[in-house]
């Protein structure tokens, strides 16, 4: 039994004695979340060249309260069930065993996709005055580690975490991650980075610790420190600064982020390297994995006014090494503002410079109703063969319905193209219907 799941063991032992108190049953709350999801990706200029599924997700969360005294005592649930409704073998026929899975199910030993997979995370948590503790099923969502739900199912994290916000302004996060489990996946995996994390022959760590804080300075402007080690590859400081003003009719806001990332035990050693401890990037010589040695900062200004939101950006990435996050190889995050529908433009040594524009069409008489366009443009990317490029082009349209029996219903419709000599050519579309029925 891994360090997480005693602890967890003890604490839901604690909350079983105390579950009758008041406050725990009171203040809870119960959701079950619909998603219908399609997808299809087509890749251009590669063998398997389409990629089709559509499933039904069930996302059941349980948020309980807590009992009542100086410590308050509480638990956490959620069920994840995902329901094949639509995956040819052709169409998810998945020939490599490195892969964890398809592009929406998990893959059989055929090479399939399974007809359904499901999970059950629970989160034991305490509280004492302002500060709260959880240990169990964490998602959390910080600049040094963000789960993903870009699929049919979200992905979540094992481990620990302390929140506190005992200082007025204040918010410090600190914890410790062991393994997650995968947007297409039933099983918990360890943690690994690009490069590394081939599922038969890659390197992986249980310990992941992260800690850092958010300062409220004023109404308008935060201030954010972050840092995160995975063990035994790397070691990452995050500064980011945010602020909002108030320009003529509209407002601008600034978002600054500063990343930088260093090589932490096996992958700082020229043995732990050889032993598979390595990141993707571009060393020189045609050497293409190596140790970790990044510098990724970025600026974002979005100027909104009325129902317009006009967005520029610009990313440089710096360094032998991609940007090191954690990332599996089945889904994964990477906090930066050119994660986006298709690629991430992380590589070593791009350039990037993005644009954006969206509506709300509730100024003209339609809520609910939302377009944002988005083109990002990435070079200088190093590789063996001499300085890339890449761009992509993003589309979303999305619907929430505002009265009726289906009140809330979400229809998103999210179509993208990513070109260049960086990575195969690629379309994409995704059509998303979303519902969310409290039951508690």
């Avoid at 600064?241 to 108030?246: E, K, P, R, V």
């Avoid at 509209?250 to 020229?270: P, Q, T």
């Avoid at 006009?310 to 990313?315: I, N």
Wanted: aromatic share 10%; net charge negative; hydrophobic share 30%.
């Amino acid at each position: 039994m891994n360090k997480s799941s005693l602890a967890l063991a003890v604490a839901l032992g604690a909350i079983a004695q105390q579950a009758g108190a008041a406050g725990f049953i009171e203040d809870s709350k119960a959701t079950i979340g619909l998603r219908n999801f399609y997808i299809n990706q087509d890749t251009r200029n590669a063998d398997a060249n389409t990629q089709e599924e559509w499933g039904q997700g069930f996302q059941f969360n349980y948020i309980s309260g807590y009992t009542e005294g100086t410590v308050g005592v509480g638990v956490d649930a959620i069920g994840l069930l995902g329901i094949k409704l639509d995956s040819g073998k052709g169409r998810h026929y998945n020939p490599d065993s490195s892969k964890y899975s398809g592009t929406v199910f998990p893959t059989d030993e055929n090479g399939r996709a399974e007809d359904q997979f499901s999970s059950l995370g629970l989160t034991g948590k305490l509280r004492l005055s302002k500060t709260e503790a959880r240990i169990g099923t964490l998602q959390p969502k910080l600049p040094v580690v963000t789960f993903n739900d870009g699929r049919l199912l979200p992905q979540t994290f094992d481990g620990g975490q302390i929140t506190s916000n005992e200082l007025d302004n204040l918010t410090l996060i600190g914890g410790q991650l062991e393994h997650a489990k995968g947007r297409s996946s039933s099983s918990s995996e360890s943690l690994s980075i690009g490069g590394a994390n081939n599922a038969q022959t890659g390197q992986f760590s249980n310990t992941f610790y992260y800690a850092g804080g958010d300062y409220k300075i004023g109404k308008n402007l935060l201030a954010q420190y972050y840092y995160g080690n995975l063990e035994d590859f790397y070691q990452q400081h995050f500064l980011g600064l945010t602020h909002n003003l108030a320009l003529g009719s509209g407002a601008l806001k600034s978002d600054l982020r500063y990343f930088k990332s260093d090589s932490d035990g096996e992958n700082g050693s020229a043995a732990g390297r050889a032993d598979g401890y390595v990141s993707t990037g571009y060393y020189g010589n045609g050497v293409t994995k190596g140790e970790v040695d990044n510098d990724t900062w970025s600026a974002l200004f979005t100027y909104s006014l009325g129902g317009h939101a006009l967005s520029a950006g610009y990313q440089q990435v710096s360094g032998d090494s991609n940007f090191p996050f954690l990332n599996q190889g089945d889904g994964a995050t990477a906090y930066l503002i050119t994660d986006r529908q298709i690629g991430k433009f992380l590589s070593a040594g791009e350039r990037t410079w993005l644009a954006e524009y969206g509506y709300d069409f509730s100024k003209v008489g339609v809520p609910g109703l939302k377009a944002t366009v988005t083109y990002l443009s990435g070079d200088n990317i190093d590789s063996v063969d001499g300085d890339k490029q890449e761009w992509e082009r993003d589309f979303r349209l999305d619907y929430t319905l505002q009265d009726g029996a289906l009140k809330g219903l979400g229809v998103s419709w999210r179509n993208a193209s990513l070109r260049g000599n960086a990575a195969a050519d690629q379309d994409e579309n995704r059509l998303i219907l979303s519902y969310s029925l409290p039951i508690l």
